[in-house]
């Protein structure tokens, strides 16, 4: 059982330095990178119905828009049956109508959210992971004016996970003067799952845990000049420390918390825009894993942290407009803990040697640079992005064991990250077009195309690529329905 457990704490680790990371697929590429982990484990919004860029101020027309999301994130399928898959699929529905009393108009809004992010992976033919953050969300909102120029933003909702049914509410306020100041800020609080297995010869390990979490975030934008505006916005998230496993199965609870920032600015001189805009991202957290609620082993630092710098450049001539970006960022990724053999307390782990410990390092950088152009038209709408990138990660893992009476260190291992470089091209389309009055159907594909990998050689490498495998993913699919009636 000791044995289990150590390799069940150790699937990131796995993860992270396998071939999943070298053909990742970012699921916003031009805006930052994110690490398969923490795309599976962010709590923050991406499920999240935000009256600040959702909802419209309209007064006139109910809206009604419908979003099927599908990310083929990698696919591998070899010849001794091995397979592994990662992906994303979701489905966001939102109606919004206003409702007139006296001179006072109010938005009522329905949402409707499911989402389902997966891991599925065969690490040999007898062991596999599994990891799953799966729900779906219902809720009913309303934005009503208070003053002049203010409003306020409520939602109450249920969030059913796993057959349990979670309560979710957001409350919110915004300000808008004219089209030359706006702020806003929002508050969430919220639930969300993550289940995740090991399977390997006739036996099995699940780990699973419900998590409250808690997002403020405020939004801020200001025109300076009538050619010239800078923005803002700010998001912290945080994970509630639960008191106690809610149930037998072996569970992992952790606790921390999230920093967003964003900065961007933009001027306009006759067919000229220049842009710019900085991003940063900051990852803390703990945790510790539980067997019929008793401890045996914590993740004791768990940080994240990311920025890319972007300029860009467009020119309009009539209905059409040319940009050309670059980007540049860098990240890192640090993960230490350790498994232990319970039930024995942790004075005894540590003199008997029976602690399983582990340290993960990785970072990185990338440059990009691209070329979009959009045709906007009558009922007519046409997006397309070429993007090339360089992409180079770093890192290690070290798991090791103390020496009986502590004395010294034993079964240590090591195993480097085989990746050193990757060029890949980034191309997307997106076409839209007005069927029937206010009736809008859109289209986007995008996909990741690795052009040149680089990896550390060494004999087990080099069988590893020998071995046949087809190999497929980068690619994501998003359908869009909207109406104004």
């Known amino acids: 059982m000791f044995l289990k457990r150590a390799l069940a704490t150790l699937l990131l680790l796995n993860l992270l330095f396998s071939n999943v990371l070298s053909q990742q697929n970012f699921d916003s590429i031009l805006d930052w990178p994110v690490t398969i982990f923490s795309d599976i484990y962010t709590t923050a919004g991406t499920n999240q119905l935000n009256f600040m860029t959702d909802f419209q101020i309209n007064h006139e027309h109910n809206i009604f828009y419908s979003t099927l999301k599908y990310n083929d994130i990698y696919r591998e399928k070899r010849n001794n049956g091995i397979k ?38 065969d690490v040999i033919e007898n062991q596999t992971y599994k990891i799953k953050n799966q729900s779906t969300d219902y809720a009913f909102s309303i934005q009503a004016p208070i003053l002049y120029s203010f409003y ?35 508050h969430s609080d919220d639930y969300f799952q993550v289940d995740y297995s090991i399977q390997f010869d006739d036996s099995d390990l699940y780990f699973v845990y419900p998590q409250h979490y808690r997002i403020d975030q405020i939004n801020f934008e200001y025109r300076i000049l009538k050619n010239l505006n800078i923005g803002a916005s700010m998001y912290f998230s945080t994970l509630e420390k639960n008191s106690d496993p809610k149930n037998e199965k072996t569970t992992f609870l952790p606790v921390g918390n999230e920093y967003n920032n964003k900065f961007y600015s933009n001027f306009i001189y006759k067919s000229f825009s220049f842009g710019f805009s900085y991003f940063n991202r900051e990852l803390n957290f703990q945790g510790h894993f539980y067997e019929q609620k008793q401890t045996f082993g914590k993740i004791t630092v768990l940080k994240e942290y990311s920025e890319i710098y972007k300029p860009q450049i467009k020119y309009e001539w009539y209905s059409n407009i040319f940009t050309v970006f670059v980007s540049w960022g860098n990240g890192l990724f640090n993960l230490r803990g350790h498994v232990e053999s319970w039930p024995f307390t942790p004075t005894w782990i540590d003199l008997l040697g029976l602690r399983y410990n582990f340290k993960s390092d990785l970072d990185y950088d990338f440059k990009r640079f691209g070329f979009e152009y959009l045709f906007d038209k009558s009922a007519w709408y046409f997006k397309s992005v070429l993007c090339f990138e360089r992409f180079y990660p770093a890192g290690e893992t070290r798991t090791w064991e103390p020496a009986f009476l502590v004395f010294g260190v034993k079964n240590l291992k090591i195993y480097d990250l085989p990746l050193i470089r990757q060029d890949g091209l980034y191309v997307s389309f997106t076409i839209s077009k007005q069927i029937y009055g206010d009736l809008n159907v859109s289209y986007n594909f995008s996909q990741y195309v690795p052009l040149k990998v680089k990896k550390v050689s060494s004999a087990e490498t080099e069988t590893a690529v020998k071995q046949s495998a087809s190999v497929y993913g980068g690619g994501k699919h998003v359908i869009n329905l909207s109406v104004n009636f």
């Open 84 to 121: 592994r898959n990662v992906g994303y699929l979701q489905q966001q529905t939102v109606l919004q109508f206003p409702v007139r009393i006296k001179n006072y108009t109010f938005e009522l809004g329905a949402y409707f959210n499911y989402h389902n992010k997966f891991i599925d992976y």
């Open 152 to 186: 306020l933003f409520g939602r109450l909702g249920t969030k059913n996970i796993n057959s349990e049914n979670y309560y979710s509410w957001q409350a919110g306020i915004k300000y808008v003067f004219w089209n030359m100041f706006m702020i806003s800020y929002l």
